[in-house]
């Protein structure tokens, strides 16, 4: 299940970073992986550590969008706490799905839209509640932001 904390979470570790000194590139072959790659920075994973970019051409992992890096490690090390506000609003459906195969805990920030993305199962971790509705997400979500003052 994808739980998420709103506000500011101090150990919530910094996803690029993390990345950066922790990928493994067997984690490349993976399906979910690829579509990750895919669907958030529109690139294709050609092999070993090349993805093929529309804008940049063909580049290393390390050149792949902060979003993605967040997500790979969100997926790859489920029982650490990434803080996922580098991740845009188009990565909710990858989050989605990610909380479908692992439990797993993010830090948010932000309020980020699952607008379309019903079914979904999350908990919000400030508070226990667990939504199913993208109605019941945003009032949780804003609720708690603003408590949080941000």
């Given at each position: 299940m994808l739980r998420i904390f709103?506000?500011?979470?101090?150990?919530?570790?910094?996803?690029?970073?993390?990345?950066?000194?922790?990928?493994d590139p067997s984690w490349f072959n993976d399906e979910l992986v690829q579509r990750m790659i895919r669907e958030v920075d529109h690139t294709e994973y050609v092999s070993g550590?090349?993805?093929?970019?529309?804008?940049?051409?063909?580049?290393?992992?390390?050149?792949?969008?902060?979003?993605v890096k967040t997500l790979i490690m969100i997926y790859?090390?489920?029982?650490?706490?990434?803080d996922a506000t580098s991740c845009g609003p188009n990565c909710a459906h990858s989050l989605i799905e990610i909380g479908k195969r692992e439990n797993v805990t993010i830090n948010l920030r932000y309020y980020m839209p699952m607008k379309g993305l019903e079914p979904f199962e999350i908990e919000?971790?400030?508070?226990?509640?667990?939504?199913?509705?993208?109605?019941?997400?945003?009032l949780a979500a804003l609720d708690c932001l603003d408590e949080a003052g941000m």
């Amino acid at each position: 299940m994808l739980r998420i904390f709103f506000g500011d979470m101090k150990d919530a570790a910094y996803g690029p970073t993390w990345f950066k000194y922790n990928y493994d590139p067997s984690w490349f072959n993976d399906e979910l992986v690829q579509r990750m790659i895919r669907e958030v920075d529109h690139t294709e994973y050609v092999s070993g550590c090349v993805f093929d970019s529309p804008v940049l051409g063909m580049i290393p992992p390390e050149r792949l969008s902060g979003g993605v890096k967040t997500l790979i490690m969100i997926y790859k090390m489920p029982e650490r706490i990434f803080d996922a506000t580098s991740c845009g609003p188009n990565c909710a459906h990858s989050l989605i799905e990610i909380g479908k195969r692992e439990n797993v805990t993010i830090n948010l920030r932000y309020y980020m839209p699952m607008k379309g993305l019903e079914p979904f199962e999350i908990e919000i971790a400030n508070t226990g509640e667990i939504v199913t509705k993208e109605k019941d997400y945003t009032l949780a979500a804003l609720d708690c932001l603003d408590e949080a003052g941000m």
